[in-house]
């Protein structure tokens, strides 16, 4: 069964054999609660302001990590 968890903006978590979170952010920058996600993959759809559009995704941004 494939479960999806939504953290505001374009942030998800979709869990089934693996874990893939999609466009952690940083949360106060947004005005949101930091997630607090593990993923297996980590997808950064779109380049902006609070997930280092400036830098390449790194591991414990938006609370990611494996």
Do not use: Y
Not at 34 to 58: A, E, Y
Request: aromatic share 10%; proline share 6%; with cysteine.
């Amino acid at each position: 069964m494939v479960s999806f968890r939504w953290f505001g903006i374009s942030c998800f978590e979709i869990k089934n054999s693996a874990t893939i979170v999609t466009d952690p952010h940083d949360g106060e920058s947004v005005g949101l609660k930091k997630p607090r996600v593990k993923g297996d993959i980590l997808l950064v759809t779109h380049q902006h302001f609070d997930f280092g559009s400036s830098t390449p995704p790194q591991t414990g941004i938006g609370g990611v990590s494996k």
